[in-house]
T-cell receptor, first 111, second 114 residues
Protein backbone atom coordinates (compact mmCIF):
# COMPACT_ATOMS: atom_id res chain seq x y z
CA UNK A 1 0.00 0.00 0.00
CA UNK A 2 0.87 3.66 -0.13
CA UNK A 3 3.51 4.90 2.29
CA UNK A 4 4.12 8.60 2.87
CA UNK A 5 7.28 9.68 4.66
CA UNK A 6 7.62 13.21 5.98
CA UNK A 7 10.71 15.09 7.16
CA UNK A 8 11.70 16.70 9.39
CA UNK A 9 9.59 15.72 12.39
CA UNK A 10 10.32 19.07 14.05
CA UNK A 11 11.50 22.34 12.57
CA UNK A 12 12.43 25.54 14.36
CA UNK A 13 12.97 28.72 12.39
CA UNK A 14 13.41 32.36 13.20
CA UNK A 15 10.57 34.67 12.32
CA UNK A 16 11.00 35.89 8.77
CA UNK A 17 13.01 32.88 7.64
CA UNK A 18 11.76 30.20 5.27
CA UNK A 19 10.62 26.72 6.20
CA UNK A 20 10.69 23.65 3.98
CA UNK A 21 9.00 20.33 4.70
CA UNK A 22 9.51 17.34 2.44
CA UNK A 23 7.47 14.24 1.72
CA UNK A 24 8.00 11.14 -0.36
CA UNK A 25 5.38 8.66 -1.47
CA UNK A 26 5.50 5.15 -2.84
CA UNK A 27 2.42 4.67 -5.05
CA UNK A 28 3.02 5.99 -8.56
CA UNK A 29 -0.76 6.10 -9.08
CA UNK A 30 -1.14 8.87 -6.50
CA UNK A 31 -2.22 12.07 -8.24
CA UNK A 32 -3.37 14.48 -5.52
CA UNK A 33 -1.13 15.87 -2.79
CA UNK A 34 -2.62 18.18 -0.15
CA UNK A 35 -0.95 19.87 2.79
CA UNK A 36 -2.81 20.42 6.06
CA UNK A 37 -2.10 22.65 9.04
CA UNK A 38 -3.36 21.49 12.40
CA UNK A 39 -3.30 23.51 15.59
CA UNK A 40 -3.50 21.75 18.92
CA UNK A 41 -6.93 20.18 19.45
CA UNK A 42 -8.29 21.59 16.20
CA UNK A 43 -9.27 20.16 12.85
CA UNK A 44 -6.74 19.86 10.01
CA UNK A 45 -7.09 22.76 7.61
CA UNK A 46 -6.14 22.52 3.96
CA UNK A 47 -3.53 25.15 3.17
CA UNK A 48 -2.52 24.17 -0.34
CA UNK A 49 -2.76 21.20 -2.67
CA UNK A 50 -1.30 20.11 -5.97
CA UNK A 51 -2.32 17.65 -8.63
CA UNK A 52 0.01 15.44 -10.59
CA UNK A 53 -0.25 17.42 -13.81
CA UNK A 54 1.34 20.46 -12.18
CA UNK A 55 4.91 20.86 -10.94
CA UNK A 56 4.48 23.86 -8.70
CA UNK A 57 1.73 25.90 -7.11
CA UNK A 58 1.95 29.08 -5.08
CA UNK A 59 -0.45 30.93 -2.82
CA UNK A 60 1.03 34.05 -1.26
CA UNK A 61 3.70 32.87 1.22
CA UNK A 62 3.03 29.19 0.65
CA UNK A 63 4.18 27.07 -2.26
CA UNK A 64 4.24 23.38 -3.06
CA UNK A 65 6.49 21.63 -5.54
CA UNK A 66 5.99 18.14 -6.95
CA UNK A 67 8.47 15.84 -8.62
CA UNK A 68 6.50 12.86 -9.90
CA UNK A 69 9.53 11.08 -11.26
CA UNK A 70 11.23 11.10 -7.88
CA UNK A 71 7.90 10.74 -6.02
CA UNK A 72 8.46 13.61 -3.69
CA UNK A 73 6.76 16.89 -2.94
CA UNK A 74 7.63 19.77 -0.67
CA UNK A 75 5.96 22.60 1.20
CA UNK A 76 7.70 25.97 1.26
CA UNK A 77 6.67 28.74 3.63
CA UNK A 78 8.42 32.06 3.19
CA UNK A 79 8.58 34.99 5.61
CA UNK A 80 7.42 32.81 8.47
CA UNK A 81 5.35 34.35 11.24
CA UNK A 82 4.63 33.13 14.79
CA UNK A 83 1.08 32.21 13.74
CA UNK A 84 2.55 29.70 11.28
CA UNK A 85 3.55 27.58 14.29
CA UNK A 86 1.52 24.36 14.12
CA UNK A 87 1.74 20.76 12.96
CA UNK A 88 1.83 20.30 9.21
CA UNK A 89 0.80 17.10 7.47
CA UNK A 90 1.35 16.08 3.88
CA UNK A 91 -0.89 13.48 2.26
CA UNK A 92 -1.14 11.51 -0.95
CA UNK A 93 -4.24 10.14 -2.63
CA UNK A 94 -4.87 6.45 -3.08
CA UNK A 95 -7.80 4.58 -4.58
CA UNK A 96 -11.34 5.71 -3.81
CA UNK A 97 -10.37 9.30 -3.03
CA UNK A 98 -8.70 8.17 0.17
CA UNK A 99 -5.71 9.97 1.61
CA UNK A 100 -2.64 8.60 3.35
CA UNK A 101 -1.02 11.08 5.69
CA UNK A 102 2.59 11.65 6.59
CA UNK A 103 3.67 11.56 10.22
CA UNK A 104 3.59 15.33 10.59
CA UNK A 105 6.07 18.14 11.18
CA UNK A 106 5.96 20.38 14.23
CA UNK A 107 6.90 23.86 13.04
CA UNK A 108 7.98 26.42 15.62
CA UNK A 109 8.53 29.99 14.53
CA UNK A 110 10.57 31.91 17.07
CA UNK A 111 10.02 35.63 17.36
CA UNK B 1 -19.01 26.73 2.27
CA UNK B 2 -18.05 23.06 2.81
CA UNK B 3 -18.56 22.99 6.56
CA UNK B 4 -18.47 19.74 8.49
CA UNK B 5 -19.63 19.46 12.08
CA UNK B 6 -19.15 16.76 14.67
CA UNK B 7 -21.03 16.03 17.85
CA UNK B 8 -20.10 15.76 20.60
CA UNK B 9 -16.82 17.67 20.70
CA UNK B 10 -15.74 15.68 23.71
CA UNK B 11 -17.13 12.76 25.66
CA UNK B 12 -16.13 10.79 28.73
CA UNK B 13 -17.58 7.34 29.16
CA UNK B 14 -17.06 4.34 31.36
CA UNK B 15 -15.36 1.20 30.19
CA UNK B 16 -17.80 -1.22 28.59
CA UNK B 17 -20.28 1.37 27.40
CA UNK B 18 -20.91 2.52 23.82
CA UNK B 19 -20.48 5.99 22.41
CA UNK B 20 -21.96 7.46 19.23
CA UNK B 21 -20.28 10.28 17.32
CA UNK B 22 -22.12 12.18 14.60
CA UNK B 23 -20.59 13.77 11.54
CA UNK B 24 -22.65 16.14 9.41
CA UNK B 25 -21.97 18.08 6.25
CA UNK B 26 -23.85 21.32 6.85
CA UNK B 27 -23.94 23.02 3.49
CA UNK B 28 -23.23 20.31 0.95
CA UNK B 29 -24.08 16.72 0.19
CA UNK B 30 -21.16 14.44 0.89
CA UNK B 31 -20.43 11.73 -1.61
CA UNK B 32 -18.11 9.99 0.78
CA UNK B 33 -17.31 10.39 4.46
CA UNK B 34 -14.13 9.24 6.13
CA UNK B 35 -13.40 8.44 9.76
CA UNK B 36 -9.93 8.98 11.19
CA UNK B 37 -8.33 8.35 14.53
CA UNK B 38 -5.52 10.48 15.90
CA UNK B 39 -3.48 9.66 18.98
CA UNK B 40 -1.61 12.47 20.75
CA UNK B 41 1.30 13.80 18.73
CA UNK B 42 0.60 11.34 15.95
CA UNK B 43 -0.79 11.46 12.44
CA UNK B 44 -4.29 10.82 11.20
CA UNK B 45 -4.99 7.16 10.62
CA UNK B 46 -7.87 6.31 8.31
CA UNK B 47 -10.29 3.91 9.98
CA UNK B 48 -13.03 3.55 7.39
CA UNK B 49 -14.72 5.03 4.37
CA UNK B 50 -18.48 5.27 4.10
CA UNK B 51 -20.93 6.07 1.35
CA UNK B 52 -24.60 6.81 1.82
CA UNK B 53 -26.74 3.70 1.82
CA UNK B 54 -23.92 1.20 1.64
CA UNK B 55 -21.72 -0.63 4.09
CA UNK B 56 -18.56 1.07 5.24
CA UNK B 57 -15.18 -0.10 4.03
CA UNK B 58 -12.79 -0.60 6.92
CA UNK B 59 -9.02 -0.29 6.79
CA UNK B 60 -6.88 -3.25 7.65
CA UNK B 61 -6.67 -3.80 11.38
CA UNK B 62 -9.83 -1.86 12.24
CA UNK B 63 -12.49 -4.01 13.91
CA UNK B 64 -15.77 -3.38 12.14
CA UNK B 65 -17.79 -4.91 14.98
CA UNK B 66 -16.22 -2.51 17.43
CA UNK B 67 -16.42 0.62 15.32
CA UNK B 68 -19.88 0.63 13.78
CA UNK B 69 -20.42 3.12 11.00
CA UNK B 70 -23.82 4.11 9.65
CA UNK B 71 -24.13 6.50 6.74
CA UNK B 72 -27.85 7.21 6.81
CA UNK B 73 -27.99 10.16 4.44
CA UNK B 74 -25.85 12.32 2.20
CA UNK B 75 -25.25 14.66 5.13
CA UNK B 76 -24.91 12.36 8.12
CA UNK B 77 -22.55 9.58 9.13
CA UNK B 78 -22.23 8.12 12.61
CA UNK B 79 -19.45 6.21 14.32
CA UNK B 80 -20.36 4.09 17.32
CA UNK B 81 -17.55 2.82 19.52
CA UNK B 82 -18.99 -0.29 21.13
CA UNK B 83 -17.84 -1.70 24.47
CA UNK B 84 -15.29 1.05 24.79
CA UNK B 85 -12.06 0.48 26.68
CA UNK B 86 -9.36 2.90 27.82
CA UNK B 87 -7.23 2.07 24.78
CA UNK B 88 -10.03 3.44 22.59
CA UNK B 89 -9.42 6.88 24.07
CA UNK B 90 -8.40 9.07 21.17
CA UNK B 91 -9.30 12.02 18.95
CA UNK B 92 -11.79 10.91 16.29
CA UNK B 93 -12.12 13.11 13.22
CA UNK B 94 -14.44 12.75 10.28
CA UNK B 95 -14.14 14.29 6.86
CA UNK B 96 -16.32 14.52 3.78
CA UNK B 97 -15.79 15.07 0.10
CA UNK B 98 -18.07 16.14 -2.71
CA UNK B 99 -16.82 13.65 -5.23
CA UNK B 100 -13.40 15.16 -5.75
CA UNK B 101 -10.20 14.65 -3.85
CA UNK B 102 -10.50 17.54 -1.41
CA UNK B 103 -11.66 16.48 2.04
CA UNK B 104 -13.34 18.83 4.49
CA UNK B 105 -12.66 17.93 8.10
CA UNK B 106 -14.90 18.09 11.12
CA UNK B 107 -13.63 19.63 14.37
CA UNK B 108 -13.03 16.25 15.96
CA UNK B 109 -14.34 14.43 19.01
CA UNK B 110 -12.12 13.71 21.97
CA UNK B 111 -13.12 10.42 23.56
CA UNK B 112 -11.90 9.50 27.02
CA UNK B 113 -12.78 6.06 28.38
CA UNK B 114 -12.36 5.66 32.12
Amino acid sequence: GENVEQHPSTLSVQEGDSAVIKCTYSDSASNYFPWYKQELGKRPQLIIDIRSNVGEKKDQRIAVTLNKTAKHFSLHITETQPEDSAVYFCAASIGGNKLVFGAGTILRVKS
Amino acid sequence: GAVVSQHPSWVICKSGTSVKIECRSLDFQATTMFWYRQFPKQSLMLMATSNEGSKATYEQGVEKDKFLINHASLTLSTLTVTSAHPEDSSFYICSADTGGYEQYFGPGTRLTVT
